[in-house]
């Protein structure tokens, strides 16, 4: 009798490349997932935490239209490039044309956090391990740092989390033409990164052992010295860099209760923790000065807290210290250091994990209750007027800057709006019928009638009926607006 041989058919595995940047790929894809998710949440709920959002989507329009970035709600003709050194701002411009929507700023950034934390992950799966290497990466991707930065919504900072990640991880792995290239853009991104990016090229110059890298010093100084005193006051409005008087550097070394303020030390004490202790021991960890120096010598408490965007930038230099103090006590002459050093990814894993119940993204998992307010938010919406030019506040002003020329409520050099918009919750709980006296005070002679007055937003609109000798405010700030759109909020 014959016997038939059966023979198995060889598994054909993917690519080495391809399965080394699976698990990047998928952090990095569930990382913008998440945040993409939280920002539909801040959407739906009208959580909205400051002016910023809405100022960024007009930058972003005027670039899509090929304009100048003027932003109506800083002033009737403030250009955005005056207020900081930013011209990496310009990729809005694509992003905003293809889906014109303030919404669409926040995919940008959730989406600079992914690729942050995935370039974080394919690095520390190589150098740590399969395993620690992605709980690092998903800790990176949800560091309170960033966290904070997506409950403040979208800031330009975003820009520099996948930058300075690539940069960081090439330094890391000796990919000396990666680290400039990565660093160099990364100063375009905001003034003070120039001086991140001249402490860059110092460590870069030193790890390398060739001067010539010193030349990223230079860059990152030379573009932070044009930022400031050329760049800025070429656009600036008032000829200066306006945050100059913000600065306090001898009043603040010189007041011990300034200098050792609780939410400095607090900030400090956080980013020893989440570096597991190791990080100092790497140079990576100086890049983490200038941003708090700056910080900290500032006049403006909100810069020394954990709230806001200050600290996005430096969790990729606090996860790249970690990783680079890991490799290099792993060389220590001390037993107990390199038995340390085995531990302390996972230790800053650990620290990330007791963070999150008490970081923004806890909202997800017991807030998705549609607030009372939508319904009103709803209604005062769809009454105002398409493409009328709109004053307001903070409450309503991400959902009326697409289609609308939008102004900031009682800034004294404001042309009559057609409309006023105002949300009770700033304004001591405004009834009503004070809508219109706010609108008769800040724009005398101009006749405003009471269009929509719901509990939380009050709506007033020019009477139609008055004369028409004023121009309309949509005309003074640029012309015609796109046709109106409507954007639900549940």
Known sequence: MSQVTTRRMPVRRPPRAMREWAWPVAVGSFVTSVYCVYAFWQWTHLSTKSWDLAIFAQFAQRLARFEAPITPIKGIDFNLFGDHFDPLLVVLGPAYALWPHAYTLLVVQAACFGIGAGVITATARRLLGPVIGVLLGVALGFS????????????????????LSMALMALIERRWAMVVVAGGLTVFVKEDMGLTIAVLGAVLAWRSRERRHLWLTAWGAGWFLFGNLVWMPLFNSEGQWNRSGKLDVLGTITDPEVMFDRNKVLI??????????????????????????????????????????????????ACAALIDGVLLLRASPRAWLRGYSKAAAAVAVAAAAVLMPFLPLHVLVDEWGKPARADDARLVLAAVPEGASVETDTGLINYVVDDHTVLWLGRNNNPPPDCVLVDARFHGGTRATDVLAMAASMHPGIRYVLVHGGDVFQLACRDASASSSDLPAATILGGPLPPSRSWSMS
Do not use: K
């Open 144 to 163: 309170w740092g960033l966290q904070y930065a997506a409950e403040a919504q979208f800031h330009e900072i975003a820009l520099a989390i996948p930058l």
């Open 268 to 317: 400090v004490i956080a980013l020893i923790l989440i570096g597991a202790g190791i990080a100092l021991r790497s140079p990576v960890a100086l890049l983490l000065v200038p941003t708090l120096a700056w910080r900290f010598m500032s006049t403006d408490h909100s810069y020394w807290g954990f709230e806001w965007h200050y600290n996005a930038v430096l969790m990729p230099i």
